[in-house]
């Protein structure tokens, strides 16, 4: 039963993550890269919002009975996804770009359209 679990999980991630692609082209955001990951952490969604490159986080959930998605983003997620977009700026010769931290947090509840919370923002680089 485990693994049906984890593969759920999984498939909840992959379709809130295509929700949130689709919602920031709706809202004209470039989407640059998809999970890039590093030794580091991953980073799910890097966009550029006009001249302000994004580095977005997606929490997907199906319930809140865990509390909403955004919570768990936590001060050691945001390290990871900070290290993350630091090797990204590096690696994509961006330094001087001024970059942000959004999430995404989507509720996909059973027949009904996904709530989407758009965090901008969110949190501040942390490492």
Request: positive net charge; glycine residues 8%; proline residues 4%.
């Amino acid at each position: 039963m485990k693994g049906e679990a984890g593969s759920d999980n999984r498939s909840v991630g992959a379709r809130g993550e295509e929700i949130a692609v689709a919602y920031l082209k709706g809202k004209k955001y470039a989407i640059l890269e998809r999970n890039f990951s590093c030794k580091g952490g991953e980073v799910d969604i890097v966009a550029r919002d006009g001249g302000t490159l994004v580095f977005v986080e997606v929490k997907s959930r199906r319930s809140q009975s865990y509390g909403p998605p955004q919570l768990s983003v936590t001060p050691f997620k945001q390290r990871q996804i900070s290290k993350a977009a630091l090797t990204w700026l590096a690696k994509n010769r961006q330094h001087d770009t001024s970059a942000r931290f959004d999430v995404i947090a989507i509720l996909l509840r059973d027949h009904q359209v996904p709530a989407i919370d758009h965090i901008p923002n969110a949190f501040d680089l942390a490492y």
